[in-house]
């Protein structure tokens, strides 16, 4: 278990696992290492559920902030396949949070749900001592669906081809480039590609967009730990192997040079918006043209195998799972010189 971040694979399995309640008949997903959300079955319809922290980095301005906070609320279900159709917010701020600065999120909220079709449909709002920004709170997002568009993250299975949208750390990099990117010795035109992967940061329209083209199998997105992160979970959720290439996946401009200013490892730095999908092959060509009409890149990087010692293969070499994620340590150093 970290000092920070979500726990890792061997607290979740030796602590939280053993200890679910009561089995239902229901209950057509639990909860597993590696899995982005839960799934019900309620008559003929599948509901996703999912719950994370709501969480505003006002450091962004409190619009981008906002913005961020609701997708990450609503990515895990869309990586389901199935669009976000519900939220639950729970809202707790500081005894010393203004009025404006909650308006103008919720304003946010109500935009974006009403653009994704998703309602507001109860929560709880107050302020606590003991609570305070970024994480001020948590919510559960429900996407209701039929079963048949259901894409589960255990569902990979050898001979599938290995999709990645955006490639590593575009959260990393957007965060860092607008937070910090005055202080960095960066020509305007690398400052610029890199605040704008700020924009690639959800992951929403890329996970509903490939799922709708082609017979995607699992998605995973590249949070905590990154795109290396990220293929160990959906390996270890789907009990496959992944073998992939480094070469092949996109790369976003701007993120090797913010990623080289913070000295960081652009492979396991977080990576919000960036989504890792399985494909049945006969399927990879629509996939990456669907994305591709979109304007979101991605690239065919490698295969699922059967199951073996090692979950990830990169370049033919295991790929060791990582114990941590750089970023927030690198925002932290950024503003300790910055401010």
Known sequence: MGSQGKVDRAFFEEVIYPHLGAAREDVRLGPRHGADFGVLD???????????????????GVERAAWFAFHILVSDVALSGIPPSHLAVDVNLPPDAGREPFETVWRVFDREARDLGVSLVTGH????????FPTVGGATALAVGDPDDLVLPTGARPGDRVVVTNGPAVETTGVLAIRFGEHL?????TLDAARACFDKM????????????GPVTAMHDATERGVDGALHELAGASEVQLAVERERFTVAPGVLAVCEAFDLDPW??????????????????????ALADEGIEAADVGEVRERATD?????GEPLPEPADDPFWPA?????????
């Open 42 to 60: 309620v008559g003929d319809r599948v509901v996703v559920l999912a719950t994370d922290p709501v969480f505003v980095l006002r450091d962004l």
């Open 311 to 315: 979950r990830v293969l990169v370049d």
């Open 202 to 213: 959800s992951p929403v329209r890329d996970a509903l967009t490939a799922a709708a083209a």
């Open 185 to 189: 010795d960066l020509d305007p035109g």
């Open 268 to 289: 396991r730095s977080s990576s919000s918006g960036t989504v890792i999908a399985t494909v049945s092959p006969e399927g990879v060509d629509a996939v990456l043209n």
């Open 331 to 339: 925002y932290e150093r950024g503003l300790a010189r910055w401010g």
């Open 125 to 132: 709002t107050g302020r606590y001592e003991g609570c305070a």
